[in-house]
T-cell receptor, first 113, second 115 residues
Framework: QKEVEQDPGPLSVPEGAIVSLNCTYS??????FMWYRQYSRKGPELLMY????GNKEDGRFTAQVDKSSKYISLFIRDSQPSDSATYLC?????????????FGAGTQVVVTP | DAMVIQNPRYQVTQFGKPVTLSCSQT?????MYWYQQKSSQAPKLLFH???????NEADTPDNFQSRRPNTSFCFLDIRSPGLGDAAMYLC??????????????FGQGTRLTVV
């Protein structure tokens, strides 16, 4: 079993819809959770960073962390064709001395006009 | 302004010919990472530096080496590239202080082609 599970998609939604992405994990030591957006042939771009459980909102993006269920989510409101990309979740733990990131496989999102 | 800069963006090398990829950062982060990412896969950690301390992942081939001459720069050396080493190579940085870890920032990557 992988430490971080993420559905690879593709996830296709019409423009204006809410995109819902999620990851599950098995390591209870994870405390830092990140979502990255990666366009084809580009490096990952940090979208959201959260520590421990709770919600965080930034513009059209909302990140949720439920540590009791070992489940994290990213919601994108009012989706645009420019949101079409691969979304990667990543996480690391306090017990690591240097914060090694564990990535999900990434979910490909396609927003159709 | 770019905070993690990788050069070159695209690199073509011959089978077996040594190649060096570079990464620089303006964030003054104490941790620098090198990841390998193949098509439609998650980034795979090769190694990282925590300040000057080098840490190799157990499954990183000996063909891959790294140097970090100072806080700002880090290099990835591939001694004898094979066709299977063709991939996107990503550099990332973060700051770890005590038990606190910041988010990691990535460069734009270097796409390596082996011919």
């Amino acid at each position: 079993q992988k430490e971080v599970e993420q559905d690879p998609g593709p996830l296709s939604v019409p423009e204006g819809a809410i995109v819902s992405l999620n990851c599950t994990y098995s390591n209870s030591a994870f405390q830092y959770f990140m979502w990255y957006r990666q366009y084809s042939r580009k490096g990952p771009e940090l979208l959201m960073y959260t520590y421990s459980s709770g919600n965080k909102e930034d513009g059209r993006f909302t990140a949720q962390v439920d540590k009791s269920s070992k489940y994290i989510s990213l919601f994108i409101r009012d989706s645009q064709p420019s949101d079409s990309a691969t979304y990667l979740c990543a996480m690391s733990g306090l017990t690591d001395s240097w914060g090694k990131l564990q990535f999900g496989a990434g979910t490909q999102v396609v927003v159709t006009p | 302004d770019a905070m993690v800069i990788q050069n070159p963006r695209y690199q073509v090398t011959q089978f077996g010919k040594p190649v060096t990829l570079s990464c620089s950062q303006t964030l003054n982060h104490n941790v620098m990472y090198w990841y390998q990412q193949k098509s439609s896969q998650a980034p795979k950690l090769l190694f990282h530096y925590y300040d000057k301390d080098f840490n190799n992942e157990a499954d990183t081939p000996d063909n891959f080496q790294s140097r970090r001459p100072n806080t700002s720069f880090c290099f990835l050396d591939i001694r004898s590239p094979g066709l299977g080493d063709a991939a996107m190579y990503l550099c990332a940085t973060s700051r770890v202080s005590g038990s606190r870890n910041t988010e990691a920032f990535f460069g734009q990557g270097t796409r390596l082609t082996v011919v």
